[in-house]
């Protein structure tokens, strides 16, 4: 499956974002102080109920899969991305130089 990459959305060039099955994604430790919260008219954002650092998304519209902040992994080399999306709204001075399709808003 192909994954996101999403610079405008967190606003640093390097969070980089992943798409998998809610299945395939399992927390280790700290399951228990996950809060999610409707954090948009589309979607619902999972986080850390201590500290805030933010795991998922939820799109309610593609419900098949959440996205993931690659940079809460253990190994987040191991996570290439797939494609870009937003890419319309990403900051001004930040161009891939990579060939990954870009996507204006959401993945289709």
Same mark, same amino acid.
């Given at each position: 499956? &192909?994954?996101?990459?999403?610079? !405008?959305?967190?606003?640093? &060039? ?45 799109? #309610? ?5 959440? #996205? ?5 992994? #253990? ?16 900051? !001004? ?7 990954? &399709?870009?996507? #204006?808003?959401?993945?289709?």
């Amino acid at each position: 499956m &192909p994954l996101p990459h999403l610079p !405008a959305q967190l606003g640093r &060039p390097r969070d980089r974002v992943r798409e998998r099955s809610p299945e395939d994604l399992v927390f280790t430790k700290g399951a228990d102080k996950l809060r999610t919260f409707k954090s948009s008219s589309f979607g619902h954002r999972t986080f850390c109920g201590e500290c805030g650092t933010l795991f998922l998304m939820k799109v #309610d519209h593609q419900p098949e899969t959440v #996205d993931f902040t690659v940079a809460t992994l #253990d190994e987040p080399e191991a996570v290439a991305p797939g494609f870009h999306i937003f890419y319309a709204s990403r900051l !001004a001075w930040f161009e891939p130089a990579d060939t990954l &399709p870009r996507h #204006d808003r959401f993945r289709p």
